[in-house]
């Protein structure tokens, strides 16, 4: 699994002073105490405080287990960021109060070893902005992958590819998610031109 720290203008502005942070080892293909150390430095560069760092293995990456650590070892903090593929964050939201900011994007999906559960819901894309759309990935969830939907071709709420399924952004409307600005244009150059 191939993970990129964001560029720091991109996810300023959900920050604040102190964070939390999930981090795993990219399901065993990262030394997970250099990348840890990366993150470290990061937020340092930018006066950020870490309130706690949880590490997950790929064991870790359900929602029974995750449930378990949360209980043993979250502090409850204003944002969270996650340093894990996309899969994480569209799951914590359900589960803690905190805002989650995936602070990474994955670029592939392949692992040496045991793959987590959570890697199922991340599409790879190379540019996560699910923190613009209530944590769902719609990369995933619009066969379109509108990011600035709903296309013209959706049809009583429904999806026009996909007539027996509800339009993506149609689960963002019912769940009170407002996108409050145009979702900058994805940049393909990080999983094309590698």
Known sequence: MKLEIKNWEEIKEFLEKEV??????????EDLENKNA???????EHDIKIIKIINLKPEDCN?????KILEKEFIP???????TCGGLPQILPSLI???VIPAVDTISIRSRGKLG???KLCSACGDCWIHYTGNLCIENLCPKKMRNGPCGGSKDGFC??????ICSFIILFRRGIEIKEIIPPKDFSKILLR
């Open 77 to 83: 903090s204003k944002v969270v960021l996650t340093f």
């Open 38 to 44: 990366k993150i470290k430095e990061f937020l340092e």
């Open 20 to 29: 939390f942070i999930f981090s795993c080892d990219n399901c065993g293909t």
């Open 97 to 99: 109060t905190s805002k």
């Open 160 to 165: 026009e590819v996909f007539s027996d399924r």
């Open 117 to 119: 559960y959570f890697t």
């Open 63 to 67: 929602i029974p287990s995750l449930k």
